[in-house]
């Protein structure tokens, strides 16, 4: 069955430095896959999408790579902030009338 | 982007009754869905709410323990019938199909606690 990883262990880094998300997948050949944050008590916001024949994307400080060959995805924020601490999930689409499937998140912490 | 509210936001309900969630959204949307985040857990998808005809329900979910309504494109009802405390759990509605890409807009999600 479908299946996805990301880092189990919540992501601790240092103001200023780039934090670096990984997504994982098997089992499965997405068209794209999106990436969301989500704050405690919170619905999830949609950040980044990638689509399968793009190798990156980049929107302000955040960047996408997408790697079909080794079905992973990494997700990097640049120069980090306290703001940017959040739990942040990728999400495959099913291809099937937009149907996602979730991975667990990972929770990063940004400390000042 | 579409503006997605719930209601309730939060209630505690004892076991055997049922709880039903609204979910309003700001614009007309194609497509809306229901998912169940248990604490510390990711997003589990209950069923995508069709406007007009019933549901799809994904593995896992049934139609009696979660009927679901959408009597139009801005609107969408999930019940929890009969509940327990394994239903102890975050709903989550979201709104998709507003633009080119699948991206989901989310509502704030109902806290439900069963006793």
């Known amino acids: 069955s479908q299946k996805i990883e990301q880092n189990s262990e919540a992501l601790n880094i240092q103001e200023g430095k780039t934090a670096t998300l990984t997504c994982n997948y098997t089992?499965?050949?997405?068209?794209?896959l999106q990436w969301y944050r989500q704050d405690p008590g919170r619905g999830p916001v949609f950040l980044l999408l990638?689509?399968?024949?793009?190798k990156e994307k980049r929107k302000e400080r955040l960047k996408v790579t997408f790697d079909t060959t080794l079905k992973q995805s990494l997700f990097h924020i640049t120069a980090s902030q306290p703001a940017d601490s959040a739990t942040y999930l990728c999400a495959l689409d099913r291809a099937q009338g937009g149907k996602l499937i979730f991975g667990q998140g990972t929770e990063l912490s940004v400390k000042p | 982007s579409a503006v997605i509210s719930q209601k309730p936001s939060r209630d505690i309900c004892q076991r055997g009754t049922s709880l039903t969630i609204q979910c309003q959204v700001d614009s007309q949307v194609t497509m809306m869905f229901w998912y169940r985040q248990q604490p510390g857990q990711s997003l589990t998808l209950i069923a995508t709410a069709n406007q007009g005809s019933e549901a799809t329900y994904e593995s896992g979910f049934v139609i009696d323990k979660f009927p679901i309504s959408r009597p139009n494109l801005t609107f969408s009802t999930l019940t929890v019938s009969n509940m327990s405390p394994e239903d102890s759990s975050i709903y989550l509605c979201s709104a998709g199909g507003l633009a080119a890409y699948n991206e989901q807009f989310f509502g704030p999600g109902t806290r439900l606690t069963v006793l």
């Open positions: 089992n499965y050949s997405p068209a794209y």
């Open positions: 990638i689509r399968e024949n793009e």
